[in-house]
């Protein structure tokens, strides 16, 4: 390309990252899919002793201990619809907003790992559970792997928001893929379209052609 020739550079679209837009959305999904999964499983279980059906399992799911969890899952799903239609600023806002709310997943559950509830919290977590014993008699709490699930959908989120908000201006949007590369140059006149033009403009048709041959 000589130095006077057209910049074919000049128009390309910047917007052709395709493989980090794919990997933002498998995270947003996974994280949304785990975080929701774990959420409606029991996290920690605990042995009650009722008057009349000796002892009773007694459990609390994620989203009774920890409502962010399947909250955080659901905005992150709705994410990934919106991914679709933003782009800019909006879109990295929307980034800003899935991290932070999937960081809050991960902090409060490994802060409920770290001090899990008491037996007796646990106890009454589960509705129509009518037990006689005293806190005393209640077994010791047992924490399931279910936590840890929500801990990896989170941190899994936080990644695919923050290459969100960092590689936004090279993601695709909506419509990119339908635009031709340099589209933006103008296209080849057609000489037969350019006489009709000027002879529905009212001009003489053969004028430039005539002109064009000196």
């Known amino acids: 390309m000589t130095a006077g020739g057209p910049d074919v550079t000049a128009g390309a679209d910047p917007r052709t990252d395709r493989r980090s837009y794919a990997i933002v959305l498998a995270g947003l999904l996974a994280g949304a899919a785990a975080l929701w999964g774990s959420g409606t499983a029991a996290w920690f279980t605990v042995e009650v002793p009722t008057a009349t059906r000796g002892a009773v399992e007694a459990s609390a799911t994620g989203a009774?201990?920890?409502?962010?969890?399947?909250?955080?899952?659901?905005?992150l799903?709705?994410?990934?619809?919106?991914l679709v239609a933003l782009s800019g600023l909006a879109r990295r806002v929307l980034g800003v907003l899935v991290g932070l709310a999937s960081a809050a997943a991960v902090v409060l559950t490994l802060r409920l790992?770290?001090?899990?509830?008491?037996?007796v919290e646990l106890a009454?977590?589960?509705?129509?559970l009518n037990s006689g014993a005293a806190p005393e008699g209640?077994?010791?709490?047992?924490?399931?792997?279910?936590?840890?699930l929500a801990v990896a959908g989170g941190v899994l989120a936080v990644a695919a928001s923050v290459l969100?908000?960092?590689?936004e201006p090279r993601l695709p949007k909506l419509g990119s893929r339908y635009a031709a590369p340099g589209a933006q140059?103008?296209?080849p006149s057609d000489p037969d379209r350019a006489a009709w033009e000027r002879l529905d403009a009212g001009g003489d048709p053969t004028v430039g052609p005539r002109e064009g041959d000196n």
Not at 138 to 148: N, R
């Open 77 to 82: 799903a709705a994410a990934v619809a919106a």
């Open 64 to 75: 009774q201990l920890q409502p962010v969890v399947t909250a955080a899952a659901a905005l």
């Open 124 to 128: 009454s977590a589960r509705s129509g």
């Open 138 to 148: 209640i077994g010791a709490v047992t924490a399931t792997g279910w936590p840890w």
């Open 164 to 167: 969100l908000v960092v590689r």
């Open 185 to 187: 140059a103008a296209p």
């Open 113 to 119: 790992l770290a001090v899990p509830p008491t037996p």
